[in-house]
């Protein structure tokens, strides 16, 4: 604990930040084995089946991202006012919270599949399989959703590298049991589903002995403490703000795609593909946000004003330099990353047009995605839930304003502006967070 309270460095900073960016850089190779794996069958039914059963439960389970988050920033507090038995009783109801939505959607899965089904594309084939997947993937609910804690608990005391071995060892199980049971024992769709099911169940496993030092103590099991209605109410109210602000951006990144749509199949599909950019840079700038989040968040237990302000300059200012390098790498290979992920002529062309907005969009988000990271450490959950919804007013009326004069283009202008809303609204609340801190 000594070492989480010193002075806030550049090496602190980047000792951080930088098993996350690896961690985050596993997760896009994953998706590749299994799409690999399965185009091994030699048909397009099973691929399709398990893209959109992934797609499903990953919508699902996104719901409960507040988990993570919202723990960061409570767990960093605690450490930084160094009140062990509150880290500890943090960690409890995490794993309480995971495992009991978990358990809810499994008793859910048939309103839940038959819901999502009404509103999927897929022909009967591919829905009959895709079910397979869900019904076996479903079952590692629990342990997904209680690993959103952990990984939060585990970044708010900057082990990082703990996250690192738990993503690798996760990730690197579940491509190798896919390989064994889908090329060896000719398992199909079902053996996808059954190898991300294991490993899941022993990615928590990993986790919780991460955590172990926590369980030879009386605080996680101490039920007045773990139960408190102060605490519990405090941990409620953050995450609900941040599932309403988390809503409200998913909303936004979706509408891109239906007024895709609109514009056109090869506008759909080229958008599809300028959006992996997005998620490239989301994946890279995580690591400093979430620096941010654990650094902030100390600060803030500890009402250190001045050291809030550097945990926040540095990380941001670190977050600036990635964007820089990010958005230069577009600009030199941007149209090569395009040809890696598609080979239709037609959709390159388009997406070669509007590739320049992509290369803008890193340091048009990049005070969005780094103030994210400082509020959520200072759990400024209403404040992040407030200007996401005016963010969200401006994006939608530049859409109205710009998608009927300039198409396309001023679908992705209308983003970007969006994105510059979201970073200036949360630059005008900062000082109101240093002044609260000091309370």
Not at 172 to 193: H, K, P, R, S, Y
Not at 317 to 342: H, P
Request: hydrophobic share 60%.
């Amino acid at each position: 604990m000594a070492e989480s309270l010193q002075d806030v460095t550049h090496a602190r900073v980047l000792r951080i930040a930088v098993p996350i960016v690896i961690s985050n850089a596993t997760v896009p190779l994953l998706g590749a084995v299994d799409t690999a794996v399965v185009g091994q069958m030699g048909a397009a039914v099973p691929i399709g089946a398990v893209g959109i059963g992934a797609i499903i439960l990953t919508s699902i389970y996104w719901i409960f991202g507040f988990l993570r988050m919202g723990t960061v920033g409570l767990a960093s507090q605690a450490l930084g006012a160094s009140d062990a038995g509150e880290m500890h009783a943090i960690l409890s109801r995490c794993l309480l919270i995971g495992l009991g939505a978990g358990v809810m959607l499994i008793a859910l899965q048939i309103p839940l599949f038959y819901l999502a089904f009404l509103i999927s594309p897929a022909s009967a084939e591919v829905e009959v399989l895709a079910r397979d997947y869900m019904a076996v993937r479903i079952w590692s609910a629990p342990a997904l959703i209680a690993m959103y804690g952990v990984t939060g608990w585990l970044i708010a005391q900057e082990r990082t590298g703990a996250v690192l071995i738990i993503q690798l060892a996760t990730n690197g199980l579940n491509a190798a049991l896919n390989i064994w049971f889908v090329l060896g024992l000719e398992m199909g769709v079902t053996g996808v589903a059954w190898a991300t099911f294991l490993a899941e169940w022993i990615g928590l496993t990993i986790g919780l002995w991460m955590c172990r030092g926590v369980f030879g103590l009386r605080h996680w099991r101490d039920v007045t403490k773990v139960f408190a209605a102060a605490p519990l109410a405090r941990m409620a109210r953050i995450n609900r703000d941040i599932m309403l602000r988390s809503m409200l951006l998913q909303t936004m990144f979706l509408s891109l795609v239906f007024f895709s749509g609109d514009l056109g199949n090869v506008t759909l599909a080229a958008n599809q593909v300028l959006l992996q950019f997005l998620h490239i840079t989301a994946h890279a700038l995580d690591g400093f946000a979430f620096t941010a989040e654990s650094l902030v968040g100390q600060a803030v237990g500890q009402r250190n004003t001045a050291r809030i302000r550097r945990a926040a300059l540095l990380s941001c200012g670190w977050g600036l330099v990635i964007a820089a390098i990010i958005a230069l790498m577009f600009w030199v290979f941007g149209t090569q990353i395009v040809a890696i992920m598609t080979n239709a002529t037609d959709v390159r062309e388009m997406a070669a047009d509007y590739l320049i907005y992509l290369i803008i969009a890193p340091l048009a988000g990049v005070a969005a995605w780094m103030l994210d990271g400082v509020f959520i450490g200072a759990t400024r959950a209403r404040d992040m839930r407030n200007m996401m919804a005016i963010s969200a007013i401006v994006y939608a009326a530049a859409v109205a304003t710009l998608v009927p004069l300039f198409g396309n283009h001023g679908l992705w202008v209308a983003l970007l502006i969006s994105f510059v809303a979201r970073g200036i609204t949360l630059g005008l609340r900062y000082p109101a967070l240093e002044r609260d801190a000091q309370g």
